[in-house]
């Protein structure tokens, strides 16, 4: 699932729930931005056993918020390039992923 906000000028923000990205040969979920933004919350889900990396985000505008997500046996498990963020709310599952990699920030429950 790709938030790709290359080439626009607006803001991208998709939401998922409740839902899994399996056995792709490339990223599960993957925001990507030049100028523009474009972010993915995740929340209660996984990505499992992709070729690439379980959760990507590449560019300074791109963001993803993780929450009471499972992120196993990727190539990569988390992977933030090019000053884009992964925040972790500290209840996920990150595990028996090639490199692991790690979230670059944290956020708080309210």
């Given at each position: 699932?790709?938030?790709?906000?290359l080439n626009t000028t607006g803001v991208i923000?998709?939401?998922?729930?409740?839902?899994?990205?399996?056995r792709s040969s490339g990223t599960g979920f993957?925001?990507?931005?030049?100028?523009?933004?474009?972010?993915?919350?995740?929340?209660?889900?996984?990505?499992?056993?992709?070729?690439?990396?379980?959760?990507?985000?590449?560019?300074?505008?791109?963001?993803?918020?993780?929450?009471?997500?499972?992120?196993?046996?990727?190539?990569?498990?988390?992977?933030?390039?090019?000053?884009?963020?992964?925040?972790?709310?500290?209840?996920?599952?990150?595990?028996?992923?090639?490199v692991e990699g790690a979230p670059t920030g944290?956020?708080?429950?309210?």
């Amino acid at each position: 699932m790709v938030a790709n906000g290359l080439n626009t000028t607006g803001v991208i923000v998709k939401e998922v729930r409740d839902s899994s990205v399996a056995r792709s040969s490339g990223t599960g979920f993957f925001a990507l931005t030049d100028a523009s933004r474009a972010g993915i919350v995740i929340d209660r889900s996984t990505s499992t056993l992709n070729g690439g990396s379980g959760i990507s985000v590449s560019g300074a505008n791109a963001l993803v918020h993780l929450g009471n997500s499972a992120v196993r046996g990727n190539n990569v498990g988390l992977s933030a390039v090019g000053g884009g963020q992964i925040l972790s709310y500290q209840n996920d599952q990150l595990g028996g992923n090639g490199v692991e990699g790690a979230p670059t920030g944290v956020l708080t429950l309210k």
